[in-house]
């Protein structure tokens, strides 16, 4: 009898044992960190395609040595009905996270948005190099989708056009975005900063919205100071006003194609030859931006200063200003103490 008590005992002794290194071990691979432990480890960003499987996705986290444990992490990804329910997106992995964190990050398909800033950008292929590259649906969608006579009609716009539909400032987008979706969310953002005040400041002006953007982006290219900018885009309307020719050196650069022209003379004006971004040779605004204008420049733009001022020329006193004038013989004044300057710098 006292045997059976003792096997009994020995039984219950064990079995709780067990119990508890089971428990200890559920409790380890559930709650124990185990994403990114290195002394120094970074937040990892994982990125999964549509359609992607589980295995795909363990690939991509051995190929990074995302984790410490494979085996622990598949094992709650099992537990929590993950493999069968992979979700495309991209997804940032904290330090020091747990598999029951990241497999619940996964499977619900709490993707963490990227943030996209537009600057700078001249081109179309530009664009959708740069900003088409960060999203799943990549650069050639992009590209594809604002070369299309019928998309950008669509919006409003035309293909030479449609990069004014794309107000330069940070968005917050998901990766898995379409393509439409983002052209979509970018009109929306344009019909939200054409509000009625800057329409009616724009036909003030005797523009269109996209005029308005067309012209900025001449502006913005002409002259870095702020200060300038409602001087030099009050130049160039009264220019239209008179149906003058623009004349507007970096719309011959873009004409060209090259942007690192730091002097535009005749020769490089007759190579431009009848392009309708040469408005040395084309009166009138050019049939699309040759950058995508701040919003600061739009808004400049739009509260234009009104003068009489016909004609600048780069001030070699204060580098970055402009001399303007309303006689075109003080220009020309001007224009050749310019050139002088900068053939004393060998700038050619």
């Keep these: 009898m006292k045997n059976k008590t003792d096997r ?10 067990a119990f508890v290194m089971l428990s200890y071990y559920v409790y380890q691979i559930f709650f124990t960190p185990n994403f990114g432990n290195k002394e120094g480890d970074k937040a990892f ?9 589980f ?4 690939d991509t986290l051995d190929k990074y040595k995302a984790y410490d444990d494979k085996t622990s992490f598949a094992f709650i990804a ?8 992979v979700k495309a997106g991209r997804y940032i992995i904290q ?3 747990t598999n029951l964190q990241v497999v619940k990050k996964l499977r619900s398909g709490a993707q963490d948005p990227i943030k996209i800033t537009f600057n700078s950008i001249r081109l179309k292929s530009e664009f959708a190099e740069r900003i088409g590259s960060k999203f799943a649906f990549g650069k050639d969608t992009l590209a594809a989708l604002i070369n299309s006579d019928a998309v950008c009609k669509k919006y409003g716009f035309d293909t030479s056009t449609i990069l004014t539909m794309f107000i330069p400032n940070t968005y917050e987008f998901y990766w898995t975005l379409s393509g439409d979706a983002f052209l979509e969310r970018m009109q929306q953002e344009y019909t939200t900063f054409w509000t009625q005040q800057r329409k009616d400041l724009a036909a003030k002006a005797g523009l269109t919205p996209i005029q308005v953007s067309i012209l ?3 502006v913005e290219a002409e002259t870095n100071m702020s200060t300038e900018k409602p001087t030099v885009a009050g130049v160039y309307i009264n220019r239209l006003n008179l149906g003058m020719p623009l004349q507007a050196d970096p719309t011959v650069k873009f004409a060209i194609g090259d942007f690192a022209i730091k002097r535009i003379n005749h020769d490089l004006i007759e190579q431009a030859g009848n392009s309708p971004y040469n408005t040395y040779k084309v009166s009138g605004l050019p049939p699309g931006p040759i950058n995508m204008p701040s919003i600061t420049t739009l808004d400049k733009v739009l509260n234009y200063e009104s003068h009489d001022y016909l004609f600048f020329v780069a001030d070699p006193a204060r580098p970055g200003y402009h001399i303007f004038n309303v006689d075109y013989r003080s220009h020309v004044n001007k ?8 053939n004393k710098r060998n700038i050619h």
């Design 8 to 17: 009994f005992k020995y039984i219950v002794v064990c079995v709780g044992i």
């Design 45 to 53: 960003t994982l990125y999964i395609n549509k359609g992607a499987t």
């Design 55 to 58: 295995q795909q996705v363990l």
């Design 78 to 85: 099992k537990m929590l009905s993950y493999q069968e329910n």
């Design 95 to 97: 330090p020091g996270s």
């Design 216 to 218: 900025a982006s001449i």
């Design 335 to 342: 224009a050749n103490q310019y050139r002088k300057s900068l």
